[in-house]
């Protein structure tokens, strides 16, 4: 299981790759345009800062055009990944990428059916959002652990990203469903550390020692 960062925020992504945890990132259009700067200016600084894949969505809606960006996209970076919907024009666009060996995150998956399809066109990632399935009343989590189970048993290499991820509850759901990678807000990174028995633990033994260190180092 690993964790994608889900933003398109410097800072953001600075700080939790320097706690280590963080395997790649993903964009979407809605987290870039908070950012006010161009895709290749951010995608180009993003990618110096991960090693990892950072996938990059396109605005194209045919699948010709899609093409076209995703080539321009991945002259950007070693490690961009085209994000790409769940469309008929975008599976059409994953074959031609995927023969083109440019990698592929399909993208906006609420089904099971669309999964397979993704992962039959030769999708590198898929992913399904979880979040989204979950506000309209769906089991967003169990999408996950079925796509998971159905990739392992046909030996599909396609991995499965969590996606739409909410709270810390959905990424401890998402490990046990199978998920190969979740990728998370910022906020749900931070909210994965936090335990106030840990910053109980840490004030009370700084406070025990302050009792006698005094005292010892009179001696
Ligand atoms: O990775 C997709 C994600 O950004 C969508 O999240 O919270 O807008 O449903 P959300």
């Known amino acids: 299981m690993q964790l994608f960062l889900d933003t398109a925020n410097l800072d953001e992504i600075r700080e939790a ?11 979407n259009p809605t987290l870039m345009a908070k950012e006010q700067i161009s895709y290749q200016e951010r995608v180009s600084e993003i990618c110096q800062i991960v090693p990892g894949p950072v996938s990059v969505e396109v605005l194209a809606q045919d699948a010709a055009s899609m093409v076209r960006e995703a080539r321009e996209f991945s002259t950007w970076a070693p ?23 440019i990698q592929t995150n399909v993208t906006l998956v609420f089904a099971l059916n669309q999964a397979l399809l993704a992962a039959l066109a030769g999708a ?10 979950d506000d309209i009343g769906h089991d967003g989590m169990a999408l996950v652990g079925q796509i998971s189970a159905l ?63 005094p005292s010892l180092e009179k001696k």
């Not at 590198?124 to 399935?133: I, T």
């Not at 931070?190 to 009370?204: F, I, S, Y």
């Open 79 to 101: 490690n961009v990944v085209v994000k790409i919907p769940m469309t008929k024009e975008g599976l059409k666009a994953v074959k031609d990428l995927t023969a083109a060996g």
């Open 124 to 133: 590198s990632y898929v992913s399904p959002f979880v979040g989204r399935l």
């Open 17 to 27: 790759v320097n706690w280590g945890v963080i395997s790649g990132v993903t964009t």
């Open 151 to 213: 990739f392992q048993g046909c030996n599909f290499p396609t991995r499965v990203i969590a996606a739409s991820i909410r709270h810390p509850l959905h990424v401890t759901q998402a490990a046990q469903a199978g998920a190969h990678i979740a990728t998370i807000p910022f906020s749900v990174l931070e909210g994965m550390l936090q335990h106030p028995l840990t910053d109980a633990g840490v004030k009370r033994f700084l406070e025990d020692w302050q009792k006698v260190a």
